[in-house]
């Protein structure tokens, strides 16, 4: 394996294993061992697990913002918004440890949990636009009251916190897309009559 490759190799090794063992339960000498490299070998691109967990939270990361589809001060059309969700929940499910995991990973490196705190509330903002946004447009029902746009809010980020804890329960549905899906009946009630209509058809 060339430099490179070794690279990425071992951080691949390390998803798959950190997600089906535990990041408690993997050492750097299982993931060398499974990929029949030696430990020093490991250590000279990764030096300590630690390095390997900031480097997939990167990773991650870097996922996330490409998938992102948001134009300024313009909504996407719902099928953009449910592509881009169901996206979201990919990436959020090849890295599920950071979401699973969340308690072991928090107390090794607290700043990985500074992030996803900051990611979560901006998150949340982005929500509280994007409804805001479409109530301008008439989209929402207007007499819809700033608290329970606030409270609409929270049950979105609540339900992209909690999906893939919930999936664990529901072998069978193992679509991302009926997640996403899932995730945006919650506003069914709140939209124009209209608007409902072209959601529904969509989220049937």
């Known amino acids: 394996m060339n430099q490179t490759s070794t690279k990425e190799k071992i951080i691949a090794m ?3 294993l950190f997600n089906r063992s535990g990041v408690e339960n993997i ?6 061992k499974e990929l029949g490299i030696s430990q020093g070998n490991l250590h000279y691109h990764y030096p300590n697990k630690d390095k390997l967990l900031e480097t ?3 990773d991650m990361l870097t996922a996330l913002k490409n998938a992102e589809r ?3 001060d313009k909504p996407l059309d719902p099928e953009q918004m449910l592509l881009s969700m169901t996206d979201n929940f990919k990436i959020m499910y090849s890295y599920r440890l950071f979401f699973q995991q969340n308690d072991v990973i928090w107390r090794r490196l607290p700043e990985i949990k500074e992030t ?3 990611l979560f509330q901006t998150k949340q903002s982005e929500i509280l636009a994007l409804i805001e946004l479409y109530k301008k447009e008439g989209k929402f029902r207007k007499e819809i009251s700033a608290r329970q746009v ?5 049950q979105f980020i609540f339900n992209i916190q909690s999906w893939l ?6 072998p069978d549905k193992v679509s991302f897309a009926y997640y996403a899906k899932l995730l945006f009946r919650l506003w069914l009630p709140y939209l124009h009559p209209t608007e409902m209509k072209t959601w529904e058809k969509l989220l049937d």
Request: glycine letters at 4%; a negative charge.
């Open 14 to 16: 390390s998803l798959n």
């Open 27 to 32: 050492t750097t000498r299982h993931i060398a």
């Open 56 to 58: 997939l939270f990167g």
């Open 70 to 72: 948001i134009i300024e």
């Open 116 to 118: 996803m705190m900051l």
């Open 150 to 154: 606030e409270f609409l809010a929270e």
């Open 165 to 170: 804890n919930v999936k664990d329960y529901n």
